[in-house]
């Protein structure tokens, strides 16, 4: 059975046992109405205490068979602390209405902990953990155009927008159909096949000029995997041309590159005079460029030598701007 399935199947015994939360329900009434075997339903009510769900069975003595119950759900202390500090990335934003949604999630959430000990510990912890993101733009003027998007991915319909193209420098009108929305960069973005193109691509939420949907549904790619699409992108820019690119990092940036990981692929080679060698497999894109002159003198690329001569002409460009008397 595939995962959607079974979490359709998981969802389907939830709502049975919410249905029946007065009196509880047997095994084999959830089987009848999933139309499933007895001992698949038993399985999954074993994955939903596994999960975390408070599934018992009914304390009714006269009952014929065992009943089992979905008790309220509540948090303990660390739960609860665990997700205000996971909610802050996204209530620090501005214009998203998905904030007031998470914001009464919370209060109620505040509202169910499991008890007084860890409703104190909770109050005292939660102002000690700081969850620090660039904060996104104010994104109140693309409030309905992400409400849109947001329900054209649940059911599935195509949309047509205009688009301002920062690759190409026009404003365009095009198909799309909608499959992901997803933050990178300080930046809302959506994936989506374009018909223009016949592909998945990246359109930036705050460059699109209009979105309407249309009536007629699309089936999407179902081996379309964001993290797949997005594997060799160094941040958010998809492509085509994978390159490994090899640049020396001299200290102290070094230190940085030892410290932190700037993509997945990254390797290290380490060099006697503490110079590191950095290899990286991503996506030839401005976005990588620019990062890389970001870090000045610190890192000299090595290959591939046509970017080794991109970075050289960038650089003496600016020299030159610089070394030119003021106006």
């Given at each position: 059975?595939?995962?959607?399935?079974?979490?359709?199947?998981?969802?389907?015994?939830m709502h049975i046992l919410n249905s029946n939360s007065g009196q509880g329900i047997s095994a084999k009434e959830i089987a009848a109405s999933l139309q499933i075997c007895e001992r698949t339903a038993y399985r999954y009510l074993r994955s939903l205490r596994e999960l975390g769900y408070p599934v018992r069975p009914s304390s009714d003595p006269e009952a014929r068979e065992r009943k089992y119950l979905l008790t309220p759900v509540s948090f303990t202390g660390p739960e609860a602390l665990a997700l205000a500090a996971a909610s802050q990335s996204l209530l620090s934003q501005a214009g998203l209405a998905l904030c007031q949604h998470l914001q009464?999630?919370?209060v109620k959430m505040e509202s169910v902990i499991r008890s007084g000990e860890d409703t104190?510990?909770?109050?005292?912890?939660?102002?000690?953990?700081?969850?620090?993101?660039?904060?996104?733009?104010?994104?109140?003027?693309?409030?309905e155009m992400i409400a849109t998007l947001t329900d054209c991915i649940r059911r599935s319909r195509s949309v047509t927008a205009i688009y301002d193209s920062y690759s190409s420098g026009k404003v365009t009108q095009r198909v799309l159909d909608p499959y992901?929305?997803?933050?990178?960069?300080?930046?809302?973005?959506?994936?989506?096949?374009?018909?223009?193109?016949?592909?998945?691509?990246?359109?930036?939420i705050d460059r699109f000029k209009s979105v309407k949907a249309q009536n007629?549904?699309?089936?999407?790619?179902?081996?379309?995997?964001?993290e797949d699409?997005?594997?060799?992108?160094?941040?958010?820019?998809?492509?085509?041309?994978?390159v490994s690119v090899r640049f020396l990092v001299y200290p102290p940036a070094s230190r940085f590159f030892r410290e932190s990981c700037y993509h997945n692929s990254q390797q290290l080679e380490e060099l006697a005079d503490g110079r590191i060698i950095c290899t990286l497999n991503v996506y030839n894109s401005p976005e990588l460029k620019s990062w890389l002159l970001s870090w000045g003198k610190q890192v000299e690329?090595?290959?591939?030598?046509?970017?080794?001569?991109?970075i050289k002409e960038e650089l003496q460009a600016g020299l030159g701007r610089y070394n030119q008397q003021q106006p």
């Open positions: 059975m595939s995962k959607a399935n079974k979490f359709h199947r998981l969802t389907g015994v009464s999630a919370l104190n510990a909770y109050r005292r912890l939660k102002p000690h953990f700081t969850y620090l993101s660039e904060e996104l733009r104010d994104y109140s003027p693309w409030q992901h929305l997803f933050w990178g960069e300080g930046n809302l973005y959506l994936a989506a096949h374009c018909h223009i193109r016949n592909q998945v691509c990246n359109f930036r007629n549904p699309f089936t999407r790619n179902p081996s379309f995997s964001l699409y997005l594997g060799p992108s160094f941040r958010v820019w998809s492509g085509t041309e994978e690329v090595l290959e591939p030598q046509a970017l080794r001569e991109q």
